[in-house]
């Protein structure tokens, strides 16, 4: 039988030594503990992993990083990252009026801009409390608690839509030595002063936490073409493209190929299953689409495939879908209040001449973006299953029906579970929250 053994008392650094030396010797990690802490894990790491390039022993130590009182274009950044893993406060159920924000201008419009979209936020909440009230009744055998909770959720939703993207909010990263040090090399090139002065702190505090493992060498060459790349590719951009565009799609799967050799695997596929990895191999889907920023950043927590970051502006307007959950008296005040911010953003760009990127701050998350995402079928459908379910926000799960038709358009026997029942408040809202035990 084999010699199965959990070890997780150790530094990240000596983790990271302890499964190197499975490497040189064939002894059991039991004995090499004893190895690791009389020799201690940052000789080792500075004499293996930095001075002799050996990156991968960097992926075998691990840490958590919070990072907290940073806007969500920050967050967005930190985490526009396939292998990122972690979490971030939630919009759809924490009141977020007293987060504060980033303010990257710091003039007298910019914080009126600020303000405005945060005061129809705060004042706004009880009288969509009271209409959501009013508008739903509670279903038979829910508990008032439940009920409550489930119309708080449902009132963020809604309201969540009109908060500046530059609001306070938190996040956890849990990543691998390497791999902070390698996204953290791009994020001090980003074209944010906010995102590049987190990465520099990061970074410091992380040399001082494990001095081994974060003392590379820079190459001005590299460093320029970052710094090249970044402020050019860092956001997707559609210059000269105001189309109307709800949902287009394209494909290179050829489902013929596809059905000769994996009918069964794919028309036979038991619910809450993901297909196998190697179906990826017949090809892609890329969709481009019209979706608000709040919602894309629900999408972007799918690291697999590609879903980049669209640089966020008023060229594609507000996502209707907010203003037309508001009591009738509050929609023509949003519609002022929208109309009114878009120009003093424009006003203030103006004025300032600051950069698209930092101009994003003052932009609300309801604000439509044309995005577009790059998936393999297996997690075309995973997403497709997971973000169509009704406790999902409704202008995300809009884009997943599309999805859902493309799917079975071109491939008519895959097997899908996706929940296509229209829109409604459903009730495990109430139920989705983290509680100390009584």
């Not at 995102?195 to 590379?216: C, E, M, R, W």
Request: hydrophobic share 30%; aromatic share 10%; with cysteine.
């Amino acid at each position: 039988m084999p010699d199965i053994f959990i070890e997780d008392e150790l530094t990240p650094e000596a983790s990271a030594m302890l499964q190197a030396l499975y490497s040189r010797s064939c002894d059991s990690a039991r004995a090499h503990i004893d190895t690791v802490h009389k020799k201690g894990s940052a000789k080792f790491m500075e004499s293996y992993y930095v001075g002799y390039g050996h990156a991968s022993i960097g992926d075998c130590g691990t840490t958590t990083i919070f990072i907290e009182g940073v806007s969500t274009i920050a967050c967005k950044a930190i985490q526009d990252n396939p292998l990122y893993s972690g979490q971030e406060s939630s919009t759809r159920y924490i009141d977020f009026t007293k987060q504060g924000y980033v303010d990257p201008i710091q003039s007298d419009l910019s914080k009126e801009i600020f303000e405005n979209w945060l005061s129809f936020y705060e004042e706004s909440q009880q009288s969509v409390l009271d209409h959501l009230k009013s508008t739903f009744t509670k279903p038979e055998g829910t508990s008032d608690r439940i009920w409550e909770k489930t119309l708080e959720a449902r009132k963020f939703d809604i309201l969540r839509g009109f908060l500046p993207s530059g609001v306070k909010t938190q996040l956890a990263w849990t990543t691998n030595l390497r791999q902070a040090a390698d996204k953290l090399k791009l994020l001090r090139h980003h074209p944010t002063k906010e995102v590049s002065a987190i990465a520099n702190k990061t970074t410091d505090i992380l040399k001082q936490k494990y001095p081994s493992s974060f003392g590379h060498k820079t190459y001005s060459d590299q460093e320029s073409y970052l710094a090249k790349t970044a402020s050019s590719n860092n956001y997707l951009q559609w210059p000269n493209d105001t189309r109307d565009c709800v949902f287009e799609y394209s494909t290179t799967i050829d489902n013929t190929q596809l059905e000769n050799n994996d009918l069964d695997t794919i028309s036979s596929r038991p619910i809450k299953t993901n297909l196998p990895r190697h179906i990826a191999q017949y090809g892609q889907y890329k969709c481009r689409f019209l979706l608000d920023f709040g919602s894309f950043r629900d999408l972007q927590r799918h690291r697999n495939g590609i879903c980049r970051v669209p640089l966020i502006t008023d060229q594609f307007g507000f996502n209707p879908w907010y203003v037309s959950q508001l009591p009738s008296e509050l929609q023509a005040k949003a519609k002022k209040l929208i109309k009114s911010q878009f120009s003093l953003i424009r006003e203030l760009q103006k004025e300032s001449h600051v950069s698209s990127a930092e101009l994003q701050y003052y932009y609300p998350l309801g604000t439509d973006l044309l995005c577009e995402t790059v998936y393999d079928l297996p997690q075309m459908v995973y997403v497709t299953e997971l973000r169509a379910d009704k406790t999902v926000h409704p202008t995300l799960r809009f884009i997943m029906h599309h999805f859902h038709k493309a799917l079975k358009s071109e491939h008519p026997k895959l097997k899908l579970y996706t929940d296509l029942d229209p829109d409604n408040l459903d009730c495990r809202r109430g139920h989705q929250d983290i509680l100390k035990k009584n």
